[in-house]
């Protein structure tokens, strides 16, 4: 295991008070791992879990040629140019019962959307396209090219070939591959498990009574939600406030029961609080100042074998940090195969000021135009305490570190929430 100054070593430039938010990702992915224990799961509970090893694919799916149309099968050599073709209808192949007999030269097959082809049979001329006289069919000219409407053998998965990848995230269309091959179980990695809470005097629990200067706890209620559609076990510890005691009985807590530690606030460099002061007691901490709009400071490194982030206590602050750096990491530990996570490219309805040398990120609002394209609107007040403006927004608008000001109309990247947040 690396520590700290090992990672700050091989990094160029790396300095934690003037950090780039593109270097927080080197950095981060050197620092963690992945949970190396699997279980074997049952399909239903697969779900949005992790795969842990390739899939390979027992059988071949489709198991055989079969038609993908309701209509009539024959031997497409007969097809020639610019001419009809009448054949016979000697039989009906349904699917799941395969057709047991000889189609010769001049005949056809009724055959219905799945059914086994026979043996000779390539062509399936869909129902609605045949002219259709007593037991004669006639395929029109130039209707047809010869393997039309026929499903091949192993066109979906070869046997033998990966069907899905290690790392790979079991989504529903990855359930339903997985059942294709008649797996019922399948091995996942083990799920993280990821402790969290918040610090901070002026901080209440929901059911305390409101006090001067105090606030509800909101990011122990975005965290969970956030670490819960990550699909990790979540160890909820509430408030800590701030008591060497408290916080020293928590971390230490957390580090045993937990791979990665989450705690909002106290971290930005005005802190009168033992937050910090437990943390680098500890643990192997550093502190960074990170060039960003919101989220700044943020505490990052390891407490025993878990993994810590010390996340900004503004709200906003939190679900930015979180998005750009922490979800990253945590799907790294989780096992997941490393994916570039794709921006989208919209233009701005509105100006939007922006200082080189920080990289900013703006809630915004996407929406397509008549004319197909995407524009995106930024939310009203973009302050790190305004909540309400990340709930109306479906993305952020990542404002790279040398850009400038945008003009109305301009292309602006954006990461959409899209179920994440
Ligand atoms: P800090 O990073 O501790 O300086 O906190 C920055 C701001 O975020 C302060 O206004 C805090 O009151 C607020 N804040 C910190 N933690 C929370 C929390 N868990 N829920 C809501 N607001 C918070
Ligand atoms: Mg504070």
Not at 160 to 177: F, N
């Amino acid at each position: 295991m690396k520590s700290l100054d090992d990672i700050a070593a091989e990094l160029q430039g790396y300095d934690p008070l003037a950090l780039h938010s593109a270097d927080v990702g080197q950095f981060l992915s050197r620092l963690v791992h992945s949970v190396t224990e699997t279980q074997q799961v049952d399909i239903f509970s697969a779900l949005d879990r992790v795969l842990a090893q390739d899939l390979i694919s027992p059988i071949s799916v489709p198991p055989h040629d079969n038609s993908a149309m309701d209509g009539y099968a024959f031997d497409g050599t007969q097809l020639g140019p610019d001419a009809a073709l009448t054949l016979k209808v000697v039989g009906t192949a349904l699917a799941g019962q395969a057709w047991q007999g000889a189609v010769s030269a001049g005949e056809c097959l009724r055959i219905m959307t799945g059914a086994v082809m026979p043996e000779g049979l390539d062509t399936v001329l869909p129902q609605e396209l045949a002219g259709v006289a007593g037991d004669q069919i006639t395929v029109p000219a130039n209707a047809l090219r010869r393997g039309d409407n026929r499903r091949l053998l192993g066109e979906d998965l070869l046997q033998g070939s990966t069907a899905l990848q290690k790392g790979e995230p079991l989504t529903p269309a990855a359930l339903g591959l997985i059942a294709s091959l008649g797996m019922a179980t399948v091995s996942v990695m083990r799920r993280l498990r990821v402790a969290y809470f918040s610090t901070g005097n002026e901080i209440l629990s929901l059911g305390e009574a409101p006090r001067e200067g105090a606030v509800f706890d909101s990011n122990r209620y975005t965290v969970f939600g956030l670490l819960t559609r990550l699909g990790c076990e979540v160890i909820d510890m509430g408030v800590v406030h701030d008591d060497p005691v408290l916080l020293e009985a928590a971390f230490t807590q957390a580090a045993n029961q937990a791979d990665a530690i989450i705690t909002s606030g106290g971290v930005s460099v005005g802190e009168a609080d033992y937050t910090k002061v437990m943390m680098k007691q500890l643990g192997d901490v550093a502190f960074w100042k990170i060039a960003m709009r919101p989220g700044r400071p943020m505490a990052v490194g390891r407490i025993n074998h878990a993994v810590l982030f010390g996340l900004p206590g503004n709200p906003v602050a939190v679900i930015v940090t979180f998005l750009a750096f922490v979800r990253p990491a945590l799907l790294q530990m989780m096992g997941r195969k490393p994916q570039p996570q794709p921006l989208l490219k919209a233009r701005s309805t509105l100006a939007i000021r922006k200082r080189p040398g920080r990289t900013e990120y703006q809630r915004g609002i996407v929406s397509g135009t008549a004319d197909g394209s995407l524009v995106v609107q930024i939310t009203g007040n973009q302050g790190s305490g305004v909540l309400s403006s990340v709930v109306q927004a479906n993305g952020l608008i990542v404002l790279g570190h040398a850009q400038g000001n945008i003009a109305a109309g301009d292309e602006v990247d954006v990461m959409m929430f899209d179920g994440v947040v």
